[in-house]
């Protein structure tokens, strides 16, 4: 099959591509044939002229000409479809000399939205004025059209006439010139719809509310005080919470004195999306008295608004507020406390520990659980140690709580006094400064707590944790090992000796594998059991003769299996030869059940070997 017919399609399809989209028209024979046009006709000239409309944007020239024929076409007796193309071309190249025919046709209503078109892209003063005089005998669907454009392009010589049409007896005109107005944003078309909606009888319309909060917007910064006129009439408690919400924002973010006054006022306010809107303006505006206002009038508020004012103090994080926020944890709402509480989180200092640490244990639920969260969080230099000075001095319950958020803080000056703890008459604290301890201890504790195995017969188990926790971590396995070591020289209860097997077991240190080694032997069943398992979780092979042995003697055939399992466990992790894996997994077989060969079998395939291949 050849691809010469494609090639030649292809290229015949280029060709026509790079070629102007109708050969040998210009643009006063594409005008002429654009005069008898209609709807469906003359692509090809449409197309031209649609693409030297686009090149006369930088072509002076090309544009002149454009814009000569089309005026010519509006001036003509041309078909609509004709006229309504030519439009489209203007609004890409029409310039101030197209404006007296575009005012003819803005007369004509079959014309008038399509002229608007092209009118609102020119900036030419002479299209307001232009715009201004049509408005005054314009109708229907051109009535709208041209208010909309006045507003749209800020025309302060319109205001009089929009004004005016705030009389009609339409009320989509109505609407329409108010929020024209309000695009023009000028002082005088403030004072014109300052006084219509004063006097207006019922619900604002909702353009008309836009239209007064677009003129203040506008007006803010050049005319504050006209724009604070208008903001507050817009938060009258006739209009809609959107609106009034919208309106205090505007208000808020003027300069002066007023910006808190709106804040205060709306939070005392029985709108409770103004009074949300409030206190999220609370929590960013710039105003350097805010905070301080807040918390002297938080007890005049509901406990719903306090709650949102306690959050925006919280945010706003200014210290000076810190006492009202604390007065508010002693709320008789639950709710007012738990924000309260949950802003110390950010307010608080070292002085609203004791609090915190009270409120955590003598509280609801989810209060205990915001004063924990405080606890935890609390930012500053001297947290830390005054946590560890309160924690010698507290009841029991508090101490709790503090060793908890001491752990979170990740407060590693506090292990000495966590070390003293476990010692502590009372077990909740004895068993929280142990689990804290496993965090924050360091080579430091790993003797006290080694003595503290050895000698207390209380939390043997977590204590043991503990310190395993400390010495894997700080790398003094070989330290807690010899202190375990010396201990098992004297321990003489069977619970204290299979305690300190079994933490020697996880401490993995070989200065330990006699020991281990020789209670294989041990006559207590339970100490063999312990040393079994230590020895088969070991880091290396070294213990795999040794459970071998046990595995072909021992008569307790639970402990034969988990020594076999243990040998095979060494055995594969090791760094043996595939060899001499397999010499040790050929001992291991005629010992095993038919689980432990499977286990073997499953080994096998890691060796990439033929020699494991015959074995299986």
Not at 73 to 96: G, M
Not at 572 to 586: D, F
Request: hydrophobic share 45%; aromatic share 2%; net charge positive.
């Amino acid at each position: 099959m050849t691809c010469k017919p494609y090639v030649s399609v292809i290229a015949a399809i280029v060709l026509l591509a790079s070629l102007p989209p109708a050969q040998g028209l210009t643009i006063e024979s594409a005008m002429d044939t654009l005069k008898t046009h209609q709807f469906g006709q003359h692509t090809d000239v449409l197309d031209f002229l649609r693409e030297s409309a686009s090149r006369a944007q930088t072509d002076p020239v090309t544009r002149q000409t454009i814009n000569q024929g089309c005026t010519e076409i509006l001036q003509s007796d041309a078909s609509y479809a004709a006229k309504l193309f030519v439009c489209r071309l203007l609004v890409l190249t029409a310039t101030e000399q197209q404006i007296p025919v575009l005012d003819t046709c803005l007369s004509d209503p079959e014309m008038s939205h399509m002229t608007l078109s092209v009118l609102v892209h020119l900036h030419d003063p002479a299209v307001d004025t232009l715009l201004i005089t049509a408005l005054e005998t314009a109708r229907g669907r051109a009535r709208l059209g041209i208010i909309t454009a006045l507003g749209n392009r800020r025309s302060a010589g319109a205001v009089t006439s929009l004004a005016s049409l705030l009389d009609s007896d339409q009320q989509g005109v109505t609407a329409e010139a108010a929020l024209a107005l309000g695009r023009v944003g000028a002082k005088k078309s403030a004072t014109v719809l300052n006084r219509f909606v004063s006097q207006y009888q019922g619900a604002l319309p909702g353009k008309v509310a836009d239209a007064m909060l677009v003129c203040a917007d506008h007006l803010a910064v050049k005319e504050p005080g006209t724009a604070q006129a208008m903001y507050r009439l817009m938060l009258d408690k006739r209009h809609p919470s959107a609106t009034r919400c919208a309106a205090l924002i505007g208000l808020a973010r003027l300069p002066g004195p007023e910006s808190l006054a709106s804040i205060l006022t709306a939070l005392r306010g029985e709108d409770i999306q103004l009074r949300q809107t409030a206190a999220q303006l609370a929590r960013t505006l710039p105003e350097p008295d805010m905070a301080t206002a807040l918390a002297r009038q938080l007890n005049t508020l509901t406990p719903g608004t306090q709650v949102l004012v306690i959050k925006a103090l919280g945010v706003r994080g200014d210290a000076a507020t810190m006492q009202g926020i604390r007065a508010a944890a002693a709320h008789a709402s639950v709710e007012v406390r738990i924000a309260a509480l949950n802003a110390l989180a950010s307010l608080g200092d070292e002085s609203v520990i004791r609090l915190l640490a009270d409120r955590a244990v003598q509280s609801a639920p989810l209060e205990q659980a915001a004063a924990k969260h405080a606890l935890a969080t609390l930012a500053g230099n001297r947290i830390n140690g005054e946590m560890v000075t309160q924690l010698k001095l507290a009841p029991p319950a508090q101490q709790v709580v503090l060793i908890e958020a001491l752990a979170k803080r990740q407060a590693l000056e506090a292990a000495p006094t966590l070390l003293a703890l476990t010692q502590n008459n009372t077990r909740p604290v004895r068993t929280a400064s142990l689990t804290a301890l496993g965090a924050l201890g360091s080579r430091d504790q790993i003797a006290g707590l080694a003595e503290r195995l050895i000698h207390n017969d209380s939390l043997q188990e977590i204590t043991g944790q503990t310190l395993v926790q400390i010495a894997l971590r700080t790398g003094g396995s070989e330290d807690a090992s010899q202190s375990l070591l010396e201990g098992l020289k004297t321990a003489k209860t069977r619970p204290l000796r299979t305690t300190l097997l079994s933490t020697l077991g996880q401490l993995k240190h070989d200065s330990a594998l006699g020991v281990l080694s020789a209670a294989l032997k041990d006559t207590d069943e339970a100490i063999r059991y312990n040393a079994i398992k230590a020895l088969s979780a070991w880091p290396n092979a070294s213990p795999a003769p040794s459970l071998l042995a046990v595995a072909r003697t021992n008569s307790n055939r639970t402990h034969q299996i988990l020594a076999l399992r243990g040998y095979i466990r060494l055995v594969a992790q090791s760094t043996l030869t595939a060899p001499q894996k397999i010499e040790h997994y050929q001992r291991a077989m005629t010992l095993a059940a038919v689980a432990e060969k499977k286990n073997i079998l499953a080994k096998l395939p890691d060796l990439q070997s033929t020699e494991s291949l015959r074995m299986a």
